[in-house]
C-alpha cells in the first residue's frame, strides 16, 4: 500500500504542493510571528520531513522571507498566499494545516503558549516556548 498523498496550493493556485506520508507532528503555534504571518491568533502546523513536501506546480512563483534563521517562510508571488516555512535546525517543513484542505489537521500540542492571545481548552499539553527537543524550556504551561 503507498502512502498518503495529499496536494495544496497557494491563495490564486499559481503554486502547488504535494505531502506524502504521515507528518512528524501536528499542533498549534501562538507565537507572534506566526500569528502576524498568518493573520490569526493562532497557526495550525504540520512538520513533515523535507523529502514529503514538493512543490508540483509554479516553483517559479514562490517567495521566501527569513525573518530569523529558524523559520524560511514561503508565499506565493503572485498572490501572497502563504504556502510553508523550512525549519533548517529541525531538518522539518511547516505545511500550513490550511493549505492542505483535505488533510485531517490532528493537533497534539501547542507551541509558544506564553504569547498567546487565545486561551484554548482543549486538553493538549501547551509548551511556554517549545518541547526540549527543539531547543526549548520544555516547561509547561496550565489551559
Request: net charge neutral; charged share 20%; proline share 8%.
Amino acid at each position: 500500500m503507498s502512502d498518503p498523498s495529499y496536494r495544496g496550493t497557494c491563495f490564486c493556485g499559481a503554486v502547488e504542493i504535494r505531502v506524502t506520508g504521515t507528518p512528524k507532528a501536528m499542533g498549534y503555534c501562538h507565537c507572534a510571528s506566526c500569528r502576524a504571518w498568518s493573520a490569526a491568533p493562532v497557526n495550525a502546523f504540520s512538520l513533515w520531513s523535507p523529502e514529503s513536501v514538493s512543490v508540483t506546480k509554479g516553483a517559479e512563483h514562490v517567495g521566501e522571507f527569513h525573518k530569523t534563521p529558524q523559520s524560511h517562510r514561503q508565499f506565493c508571488r503572485v498572490c501572497g498566499g502563504h504556502i510553508l516555512a523550512q525549519h533548517p535546525p529541525w531538518n522539518l517543513v511547516d505545511v500550513y494545516s490550511a493549505v492542505i484542505p483535505d488533510f485531517e489537521h490532528r493537533p497534539a500540542l501547542h507551541v509558544n503558549y506564553q504569547e498567546k492571545v487565545l486561551s484554548v481548552r482543549d486538553g493538549l499539553p501547551k509548551f511556554k516556548d517549545l518541547p526540549k527537543d527543539f531547543g526549548g524550556s520544555g516547561e509547561m504551561l496550565p489551559e
